[in-house]
């Protein structure tokens, strides 16, 4: 599978802002979509977001719907997640993972990020 790098996780309060980027490289790269998962201690793993590499057509997890932006920089073979008006509900380690056009499922992730919202 190609190595996902991600950076961008922190400390930050209540209604603050951060943003997650998810790097791919090799030789060749073809992704067909990105999407982004969060875990918190003792619960299971939950979809965030999901973006299209072609389009660029985005889904999201309501629990964030109007508060994170997913995008991508197929240039750059970089997702990134925009995360506002964050809640300490946002807690959580958050993975990025990339499918192929034959994968039915994610099989590349990311080494994960913390993301932590203070009240």
């Known amino acids: 599978q190609v190595p996902l790098v991600e950076s961008g996780g922190g400390l930050v309060q209540a209604g603050g802002s951060l943003r997650l980027s998810c790097s791919a490289s090799?030789?060749?790269?073809?992704?067909?979509?990105m999407a982004w998962f969060r875990q918190a201690p003792g619960t299971e793993r939950e979809f965030v977001a999901a973006?299209?590499?072609?389009?660029?057509?985005?889904t999201y997890a309501d629990s964030v719907k109007g508060r994170f932006t997913i995008s991508r920089d197929r240039a750059k073979n970089t997702g990134y997640l925009q995360m506002n008006t964050l809640k300490p509900e946002d807690t959580a380690v958050y993975y990025c993972?990339?499918?192929?056009?034959?994968?039915?499922?994610?099989?590349?992730w990311g080494q994960g990020t913390q993301v932590t919202v203070s009240s």
């Open positions: 993972a990339a499918r192929g056009a034959g994968d039915q499922t994610y099989g590349s």
């Open positions: 090799g030789r060749t790269v073809s992704i067909y979509g």
């Open positions: 973006i299209s590499w072609r389009a660029g057509n985005p």
